[in-house]
């Protein structure tokens, strides 16, 4: 694919829509960092690139107000993709920080739950396109972008070039918030554990059976074919 994904709106750096991967429509579904900046203009775009629905992924405490005001045709739905609390959660803060794909198969299996709660909110969002994020859309975000384009048909090669765009888009903000090249920290961690982020993501990629996984942990019928023909009609 050779469409420029990227979307520039006015305050985040961190936009792109996920039509192109596998059999994803252009504007059906864009991920993102928090929209927490976004200027006035910056909403206006995000309604009409069609935007109806955000899907925020993070949790209760890292809320902070927004700049703006999204306009009022735009719907936030809250679904934490965090177990905060949990020794699953404590575990991984002391692995990975919960920030690199080496959390991403035990969280799936885990906590399928908070997995299935996120995609079902975009599978009942109102009509329009929706977007959905974390804090840097980095992360959650992946998690749930790599089960989405799985759905979809998205190749592994796609969904990895995908989360890898982030770490790009991302390096000023890092670079600003004195925490160094992302990509570099990640990429040292995962080799620690005696892997890549390619070879981690792929490994995901490729156990998750599609549509089985939603469907056995909660997802019904009627919402999967709901999703189904949001990500792809």
């Not at 799936?108 to 859309?137: I, S």
Request: aromatic share 6%; proline share 6%.
């Amino acid at each position: 694919m050779t469409r420029d994904r990227n979307l520039n709106w006015e305050g985040c750096v961190n936009v792109r829509d996920l039509g192109g991967l596998g059999a994803v429509r252009p504007g059906a579904l864009v991920r993102m960092e928090a929209p927490t900046n976004l200027s006035e203009r910056g909403w206006a775009d995000a309604w009409a690139h069609g935007i109806r629905t955000v899907v925020d992924l993070r949790n209760d405490d890292e809320i902070r107000p927004n700049r703006v005001a999204p306009p009022s045709g735009i719907t936030t739905v809250r679904t934490p993709l965090d177990p905060v609390g949990t020794p699953f959660y404590e575990r991984w803060l002391q692995i990975d920080r919960l920030s690199s794909p080496l959390y991403y198969p035990a969280l799936l299996a885990e906590h399928p739950k908070l997995v299935v709660d996120a995609v079902r909110a975009v599978a009942t969002a109102a009509p329009g396109g929706v977007a959905f994020h974390c804090a840097g859309g980095k992360d959650r975000t992946g998690l749930l972008a790599l089960v989405l384009l799985t759905l979809a048909g998205a190749s592994p090669d796609e969904i990895v070039a995908d989360y890898l765009l982030t770490f790009d888009r991302m390096r000023q903000v890092y670079a600003d918030l004195g925490v160094g090249d992302q990509l570099t920290r990640v990429s040292e961690l995962l080799t620690e554990h005696g892997t890549t982020i390619e070879r981690s993501l792929t490994s995901t990629i490729t156990s998750l059976t599609m549509p089985d996984y939603l469907l056995d942990h909660g997802l019904t019928d009627t919402e999967l074919d709901a999703l189904l023909a949001r990500l792809t009609t």
